[in-house]
């Protein structure tokens, strides 16, 4: 028995022994395949290249890096919590998305992740056609952590090219105050051929609507910037950025007459963003955004006066006919429905966080509106000119923090001046990927640098 037991683990180990002859070979194999594929895939970055710091000041330190910044974060309102980095921020057009943009950029940047950048010299993303895996820079980081740059919902590339963990988060805005800004930016009116005051202009433009239409999109006008042939600014306009499909490019799907795909389209949109932010109410959506990202007070202030001037205006229908808003709530009733189901939705999280929710609001209200003239002051001098500090104080939400002027650089007034130093930054590092990448061939026309 005994001796018989002997032979049959001597036997099992002897075949233990054997697949262990035949298996550590092909392992030294495979491990070595691996170690020189990282080798060679990873540029092995240049390790005399110093970033440029955001903003070059003759003197001083102007580097805006946080060192040592801790992963974990107190959260002031509740336990500790986990600081979320994985984000994609759907930028749509004048909802105030360059001031959030400025936001998540100083962000990004202060602890060096890996934001996903457009093109080349490009600012969108492919924006008003929906996104395409060609349509971001390639990253020897591995992944990207951030997506911020104008982009159309298309979650089959973003959900692909981003981490699980991701968190979306939008932003809307009242339609009809919407269309005054997208108006005035797009220089619609003119562009159509309407001159005159400006409440004038969009009663002409909305008195025959068509017409307006087919000169402002047709392909005789040449002064439109960034806006393709047959897209339509004016209609719908925060709806198709969030992905629904309403018949652009022509040929494609278009469900704007369909009440139930709309509806079951925006409650798709309400499962897969966790947090859509309204502009009417925007501080009420930062302290939403700070809580579900676990982020400080530090990380959410932004400036948004000499950005967006008309969001410290109320938004206003007055001095517009009655039948203009309600022709309006017609042609563009798509945006309508977003904005009310998104602005609920807000409202009943909001409810759900209790009446302290209220009270941090009112407390970050008075920490930003100091930030903010702290900023402007900065803005009214060059960026080399040495500002101390401004000091916010401690509350029960936050820590003390400091923020200097470069910080304020980085939140503005110029919303792209952090994508243009992080392209820098993309140029060196990722380098061999860029090359590769330009190797591909892409036949399509991009109008300016859109
Ligand atoms: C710049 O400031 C940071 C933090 O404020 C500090 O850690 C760093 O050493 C400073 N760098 C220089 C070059 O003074
Ligand atoms: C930022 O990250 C890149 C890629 O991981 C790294 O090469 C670079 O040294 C980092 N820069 C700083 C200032 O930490
Ligand atoms: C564009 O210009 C051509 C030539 O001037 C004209 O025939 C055509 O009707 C114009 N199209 C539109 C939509 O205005
Ligand atoms: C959003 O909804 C809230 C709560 O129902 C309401 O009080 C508020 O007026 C709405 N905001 C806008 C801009 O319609
Ligand atoms: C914060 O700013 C104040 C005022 O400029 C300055 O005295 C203090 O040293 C700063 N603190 C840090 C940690 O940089």
Known sequence: MLHRSWTCKYKRNHKILL????????????????????????????SHISLPSPYSSGTGNNSIY??????????????????????????????????????????????????????GNLIYHNWPYPMTWRDVRPTGRGEYNMLLHHAIYTPSVMHALMPADTVYVSIVRQPFSHLQSVFRYFKVAEIAGIFGPEEKQLVEYFSDAERYERAYTSPNSTKRWCIPNGFSVTRNLMSHCHGIPLGFPAGTRDVSHDAAAIDAFIRQLGRSFELVMIVEHLYESVILLRRLMCWEFKDIVFVTSNVTPSLNKEHSAKGYPRHIIEFHKRWSHVDYLLYDYFNTTLWNHISRHGSEFHREVKAFKTVQNRIEKYCLTVYDHSSSEKFPDHTAASSKWNRKFNISANDCWALGPDPYKLMVKMKQQSDLLDKPFLQEDAKMADSREYKGLC
Not at 19 to 46: D, E, K, Q, T
Not at 69 to 95: A, T
């Open 19 to 46: 697949v262990a002859i035949i298996l550590f070979p092909l392992l030294v194999y495979v491990c070595l395949l691996w170690y020189m594929m990282h080798r060679l895939l990873l540029p092995s970055g240049p």
């Open 66 to 119: 946080e060192e040592g910044h801790s992963h974990i974060q107190p959260n002031h309102h509740d336990e500790m919590c986990r600081e979320r980095r994985n984000l994609v921020f759907l930028k749509g057009m004048k909802c105030a998305t360059n001031t959030l943009t400025g936001m998540f950029s100083r962000f990004a940047f202060k602890r060096n992740l890996s934001v996903a950048l457009p093109k």
